[in-house]
């Protein structure tokens, strides 16, 4: 879990945070589906999320999302975690991405930018995409 003795808002709020960059990458395409929608609830329990929550931080995610104009509002807290953590997010929205068995020019693009904005070397971030779609065919 990422968080020690942080307020229960304070881990409310990063992961609807880190949820919202999920549904990004799931909406990028303008399909959102319940594969994509099974995929985030995984990775926030994966995260720290209570079983109990999860529908309620995708609710608050969905209008953060919707209401924001960039995604750095998405990014800011995620540069900051371990690697393992950052690899765990990207693996999620590569597998979001992968869900149709395709990505389209507007979601590798997107993976590019968070590459920068997060600080993931290419070599890593093609890897980890190279990993997920395989595991997709």
């Keep these: 879990m990422f968080f020690k003795k942080s307020s229960t808002k304070t881990e409310n709020n990063f992961l609807v945070k ?17 594969n994509e929608e099974e995929i985030i609830k995984k990775t926030l329990l994966e995260l720290g999320a209570k079983k109990d929550t999860v529908t309620q931080t995708i609710k608050d995610a969905i209008s953060v999302e919707e209401n924001s104009n960039q995604i750095l509002d998405f990014t800011k807290e995620v540069k900051n975690l371990s690697e393992t953590d950052k690899i765990k997010i990207i693996e999620a929205m590569w597998s979001i991405i992968y869900s149709n068995n395709e990505a389209d020019i507007y979601e590798t693009n997107l993976m590019r930018r968070l590459a920068g904005l997060l600080y993931v070397d290419s070599k890593t971030m093609g890897d980890i995409k190279n990993k997920i779609k395989n595991k997709s065919k």
Excluded at 18 to 34: G, P, R, W
Aim: aromatic share 6%.
């Design 18 to 34: 880190i949820c919202a960059l999920l549904i990004h990458a799931a909406k990028i395409d303008e399909n959102y589906t319940e």
